[in-house]
């Protein structure tokens, strides 16, 4: 039976991630992937000259963590940043239109995204009183601080679009966490948010918004290849067993049966998975991950023409408010944001459809989801002839939404872990869905556990170990 100082068990961007966390402090590190690939969702595909994303499709950065990782990694050549027109407007869909989204306090009030009567409620935010209640909804968070066409024509679409989420069901702060952390230390999101620009001209890591040559799964790629890391697919864990030392797995392999002992054991894996391996050791645990709800997402790509679309494109997509009444919930206008991403003349479109807003879609024929896309899209981008390129892809359990009293789970689950010793979850049903997101909570995590096992190995060149990360990036 082999040894290893640490095992992940899930392939996915959490798991690779803390996997080269893990490998620059010189632990030996196993990434079990139960799949025949590793990345989970995020992977990048190519047909008739179009690059298409299944999952995230760009990396929208300001922690210097996630800047750490990608210098150190070597992938900062690699980087492909958003097209400047791709930054020009950020579009609503607004009684019919498209309408440009104003990204500044004196945008927005001069918009006519806005009644007056809602453009006075943006201006008395800095007036309304902190909330008390920790189960508070989005919708109920948003229309408190910001009012209800906020909520409406932004928020929103935001919420049901990138997150897949409802907002009457999602928790604020859970869902919106930096908006909630402003208001409880500064008593105002606006005052909050004047704060941190006043601190970020000295410290902060600008935002920067890109995705990589070859697509995302460049990152995929290079994390899974990291030196002193050994990733097995094809690898699904079975059974986890205490041990004196921490743990010993069970995996179920194409070679037969694979056991390992392990002194800690992250499971970087969606809550069910979680769940079925945790029975034997804790039911109420097992019950609470059970309890985290996933939505369906259909993601479909369409390549045109660029002379067949009258809209000029100017922007990184448009988002669409439950008041429209559309099958959609947003249209990333992909080829506008990067290079590379159409042939010469063309253009490539991802729609997302589905979602807790509109779960019945996934149960459609492609026919169907495609004609719904088409004529969604159709009035609002002058559609005028029909798409040379198709690709659709479904995902059952496309995103954790963080849906009723989900802080309240959250810590049940890390109660319960306690009791756990050297096991750990790390996924994206805790701390965000976002790429930066999985990356951040990972360093975290990564910090802990060399906090708790301290190295009792050193590794020279031969090993094929990589150096300790250089401690200005942490």
């Known amino acids: 039976m082999d040894d290893t100082d640490i095992l992940i068990a899930g392939g996915g961007i959490s798991g690779l991630t803390l996997a080269w966390w893990l490998a620059q ?29 299944q999952a995230a499709s760009l990396l929208m950065n300001f922690r210097p963590e996630v800047s750490g990782l990608i210098h150190h990694t070597g992938l900062e050549s690699k980087k492909t940043c958003r097209n400047k027109q791709a930054g020009a407007h950020r579009y609503l869909l607004h009684q019919g239109q498209l309408t440009a989204l104003p990204m500044r ?32 909804s989005v919708s109920q968070f948003i229309q408190r601080r910001l009012g209800r066409e906020m909520l409406e024509k932004a928020m929103d679409p935001f919420v049901a679009g990138t997150l897949a989420a409802d907002p009457d069901l999602a928790s604020a702060a859970a869902t919106l966490p930096r908006l909630t952390v402003l208001e409880k230390r500064y008593g105002s999101i606006t005052a909050g948010i004047i704060a941190h620009r006043l601190l970020r001209k000295r410290s902060a890591c600008l935002t920067d918004t890109f995705s990589f040559e070859g697509g995302m799964s460049t990152l995929i790629e290079t994390l899974a290849n990291t ?20 743990w010993q797995a069970r995996a179920e392999t194409p070679h037969g049966e694979y056991q390992l002992n392990t002194k800690k054991t992250v499971l970087a894996t969606p809550a069910p998975v979680a769940a079925q391996l945790l029975d034997n050791l804790d039911t109420e645990l097992a019950e609470l991950l059970r309890g985290i709800r996933y939505a369906p997402l259909a993601v479909v790509h369409i390549g045109m023409q660029r002379k067949h679309i009258t809209h000029p494109l100017d922007g990184t997509g448009f988002l669409t408010p439950r008041s429209a009444g559309l099958p959609i919930n947003g249209n ?68 954790p939404v963080y849906h009723g009293a989900y802080q309240a789970r959250l810590q049940a689950i890390e109660e319960k872990m306690h009791c756990l010793p050297n096991l750990y979850l790390e996924a994206n049903y805790q701390g965000g869905v976002s790429v930066r997101d999985r990356i951040a909570r990972s360093y975290l995590l990564a910090q802990r556990i060399t906090a708790e096992l301290p190295i009792t190995r050193t590794y020279d060149k031969k090993d094929n170990y990589a150096p300790t990360l250089a401690t200005d990036s942490r």
């Open 25 to 53: 402090s010189g632990y030996r590190v196993e990434v079990w992937e139960a799949d025949t690939r590793v990345g989970g969702k995020i992977q990048s595909t190519q047909q008739d000259g179009y690059l298409m994303e």
């Open 105 to 136: 306090m004196g945008g927005l009030l001069r918009s006519p995204l806005w009644s007056l009567r809602g453009k006075l409620r943006l201006l008395a935010e800095p007036f309304m009183p902190v909330g008390t209640d920790p189960d508070e």
């Open 227 to 246: 030196p002193g890391v050994q990733v097995r697919t094809g690898y699904k864990l079975r059974e986890l067993v205490r041990s004196p030392k921490g």
């Open 332 to 399: 990333l206008w992909m080829s506008s944001l990067f290079n590379g991403r159409a042939p010469q003349g063309k253009v490539l479109m991802t729609t997302y459809l589905g979602g807790a807003r509109r779960p019945e879609l996934l149960e459609y024929d492609d026919n169907h989801l495609l004609n719904q896309t088409l004529q969604s899209l159709q009035p609002l981008l002058g559609l005028q002839s029909d798409p040379e390129m198709v690709q659709i892809q479904r995902h059952t359990q496309g995103l």
